[in-house]
Nanobody
Framework: QVQLVESGGGLVQTGGSLRLSCAAS????????MAWFRQAPGKERAFVAA????????YYADSVKGRFAISRDNAKNTVYLQMDSLKPEDTAVYYC???????????????WGQGTQVTVSS
């Protein structure tokens, strides 16, 4: 079992920045990829970014490329999502998740956090 806890969400104006964190606990000795997804009201949960176990490979949704950056610190069992140049359409609940390898499909992720709200005002 792996427990994930997100933090860092909040209210920010258009063009602002936020840094989300996701701390993992439990069976953290296993190697796993980590990802961020988001879900806006009335929409399906969507892939945002993912990172491989070693951190050498990162992947982004087209909508956030060049604005968001995913990173991880395995010594702290934590993954981060730096979000810059935020837009109102980035408003959503952001979730972190783990999988055996980097994939982009929600159903392939084993463990999920409870989510953190990000609201971008116009």
């Amino acid at each position: 079992q792996v427990q994930l806890v997100e933090s860092g969400g909040g209210l920010v104006q258009t063009g602002g920045s936020l840094r989300l964190s996701c701390a993992a606990s439990g069976r953290t000795s296993s190697r796993y990829a980590m990802a961020w997804f988001r879900q806006a009201p009335g929409k399906e949960r969507a892939f945002v970014a993912a990172i491989s176990w070693g951190g050498s490979s990162t992947y982004y949704a087209d909508s956030v490329k060049g604005r968001f950056a995913i990173s991880r610190d395995n010594a702290k069992n934590t993954v981060y999502l730096q979000m810059d140049s935020l837009k109102p359409e980035d408003t959503a609940v952001y979730y972190c998740a783990t999988a055996q390898k980097v994939v982009f499909v929600v159903s392939m992720y084993d463990y999920w956090g409870q989510g953190t709200q990000v609201t971008v005002s116009s």
